[in-house]
C-alpha cells in the first residue's frame, strides 16, 4: 500500500539545526519532495530528490534518501524564525505524477 | 502567468447544497489534481485529470465530481455538501515527467 509517515511535531531553537524525517513504503516512487506550508498558505515545493541520488544540497537545505530503509530526511541548517512552518514529504506515483502526503511536521524555531 | 488560481478562496455550505469550486492553471499543464487537506492532516488526492477528456479517481473520491473539457479548468462538484466535507481544497497542476506540482491558495469549505 502507499503510506507516507512523518513525525508530528519538532522545536528548535533559532541558528541550530533542523532535521524533519520521513518514512515511505512505496519502493517504486520516482521523486520524493519536500513542501513547506506557512498558516494560511498553500504548498511551497521547497526541494526534490529522485530516487537514485543519495543525497541532494541545496543552500541550508540537505536531503538525504536512505532507499533501503525508505527513509527520507530533511536537514535545515542555521533554522531561523521564518522557517517555522508545517513540512510534508510527498512521493510521487506512477505516470499520472500523483502525489503520496506525509500528515505534516510542524517545525517550530525558538528565539 | 498568474499559476494556479482557484475561487473562490472561502464558502460556507449548508448541509445538502451544492457548489463548484474553480480551478484554472495558464501554463499549459496536462496534469491537475484536487487534494483536500483535513485540520492537521496532509493532503489527499480526490480527482486527476491527466489531459482534457481525461479524469480518473484518487483516494477519495465519494461525493464529489470533476470535469476537464479545456487544458486550463479543472472545476471541482459538490453535489450534496456533508459536515465531512468541511476542509481546506487545494488544485494543483504539473507539466509531468520531473516538474514538480504547482498549487493554487486554496478554498476554505464548511459545511454547516
Known amino acids: 500500500g502507499e503510506d507516507v509517515e512523518q513525525s508530528l511535531f519538532l522545536s528548535v531553537r533559532e541558528g541550530d539545526s533542523s532535521v524533519i524525517n520521513c518514512t515511505y513504503t512505496?519502493?517504486?516512487?520516482?521523486?520524493l519532495y519536500w513542501y513547506k506550508q506557512e498558516p494560511g498558505a498553500g504548498l511551497q515545493l521547497l526541494t526534490y530528490?529522485?530516487?537514485?541520488?543519495d543525497m541532494k544540497q541545496d543552500q541550508r537545505l540537505t536531503v538525504l534518501l536512505n532507499k533501503k530503509d525508505k527513509h527520507l530526511s530533511l536537514r535545515i541548517a542555521d533554522t531561523q524564525t521564518g522557517d517555522s512552518a508545517i513540512y510534508f514529504c510527498?512521493?510521487?506515483?506512477?505516470?499520472?505524477?500523483?502525489?503520496?502526503f506525509g500528515s505534516g511536521t510542524r517545525l517550530l524555531v525558538r528565539p | 502567468n498568474a499559476g494556479v488560481t482557484q475561487t473562490p478562496k472561502f464558502r460556507i455550505l449548508k448541509i445538502g447544497q451544492s457548489m463548484t469550486l474553480q480551478c484554472t492553471q495558464d501554463?499549459?499543464?496536462?496534469?491537475m489534481y484536487w487534494y483536500r487537506q483535513d485540520p492537521g492532516m496532509g493532503l489527499k488526492l480526490i480527482y486527476y485529470?491527466?489531459?482534457?477528456?481525461?479524469?480518473d479517481k484518487g483516494e477519495v473520491p465519494n461525493g464529489y465530481n470533476v470535469s476537464r473539457s479545456t487544458t486550463e479548468d479543472f472545476p471541482l462538484r459538490l453535489e450534496l455538501a456533508a459536515p465531512s466535507q468541511t476542509s481546506v481544497y487545494f488544485c494543483?497542476?504539473?507539466?509531468?515527467?520531473?516538474?514538480?506540482?504547482?498549487f493554487g491558495p486554496g478554498t476554505r469549505l464548511t459545511v454547516l
Open positions: 494543483a497542476s504539473t507539466k509531468g515527467s520531473t516538474d514538480t506540482q504547482y
Open positions: 512505496d519502493s517504486s516512487s520516482t521523486y
Open positions: 530528490i529522485f530516487s537514485n541520488m
Open positions: 510527498a512521493e510521487s506515483m506512477g505516470s499520472s505524477y500523483k502525489l503520496i
Open positions: 501554463m499549459n499543464h496536462n496534469y
Open positions: 485529470s491527466v489531459g482534457a477528456g481525461i479524469t
